[in-house]
């Protein structure tokens, strides 16, 4: 067991893009959603993108893709992502990123994927960047399909929860371990370890890292990562549940399911 880890966000941290959004091609040609949606998808990405991912332009994305997934069948998903997951996900993969992961592993730190994205997505890209463990949302799923809704949804301070409670199971001193993250909802994550870095920070992460000395990663190489990464034998997990990139669960977000509450 590793005394200390380092946890990534996923979206425009490790990959390029949105996780959530990239599959909407995908999506298409597999008869799941419409050129019309993909097209949605498309600005949402731009908007993403260019606007940062706040907590108003998160709850927008939500409302879309809940909307865009409910009565997905997940067999269908899961053969369409498994399918499309590399070829999708490998080009925009952070070489910067990747080289930071292979630097954690090789001073002995566990790299840990902490995503709003579902972990339905979030495990097979871990697999393939060779991450210990990962950490994402749960999608609510009723009789083979989504519903829309969340069982668990990894966001904002939530990650710091899940940060926390990781570091009790697994041993790991907070103050040595590291964290990387681009949104300012990141925050809560960020603070929870001793060593937290802004990368391609949005407009408030970046005053809160000058705030508090918070070093500024700028990573902008996204590129193959077959050139970068010698294949690894758990790349055979992308055959297995590699579902919802939709993740609507990325954008499920900041409401808890009220039936709950």
Same mark, same amino acid.
Not at 186 to 212: S, W
């Given at each position: ?32 959603? /419409? ?147 681009? /949104? ?69 977000? /900041? ?7």
């Amino acid at each position: 067991m590793r005394p200390e880890a380092a946890f990534f966000d996923l979206d425009k941290t490790i990959i390029a893009k949105s996780s959530a959004l990239a599959f909407s091609k995908p999506f298409q040609a597999g008869g799941l959603i /419409s050129r019309r949606a993909v097209l949605r998808s498309a600005y949402a990405q731009f908007v993403f993108l260019v606007g940062g991912a706040d907590h108003d332009q998160m709850e927008k994305m939500r409302l879309f893709m809940s909307q865009l997934v409910a009565g997905w069948d997940v067999a269908t998903v899961k053969e369409i992502v498994a399918e499309t997951l590399h070829n999708i996900v490998d080009p925009i993969v952070y070489d910067e990123a990747v080289q930071l992961i292979e630097e954690h592993h090789a001073a002995g730190r566990d790299v840990v994927i902490v995503s709003s994205s579902g972990t339905d997505v979030v495990e097979p890209i871990g697999a393939m960047l060779g991450a210990d463990r990962v950490v994402g949302t749960k999608l609510e799923i009723v009789d083979g399909k989504y519903t829309g809704e969340i069982d668990y949804y990894a966001y904002a301070e939530e990650k710091a929860h899940a940060i926390r409670a990781l570091a009790e199971e697994r041993g790991y001193r907070l103050d040595a371990c590291y964290a990387y993250s681009d /949104s300012s909802t990141d925050i809560p994550m960020l603070e929870a370890v001793g060593h937290p870095f802004a990368v391609n920070p949005d407009k408030e992460l970046r005053r809160a890292a000058a705030v508090n000395g918070w070093p500024i990663l700028i990573f902008s190489k996204p590129v193959a990562l077959r050139s970068t990464v010698p294949p690894k034998p758990t790349l055979a997990a992308l055959a297995v549940g590699g579902v919802v990139a939709v993740g609507a669960a990325v954008w499920v977000g /900041s409401r808890r399911r009220n039936a709950s509450a």
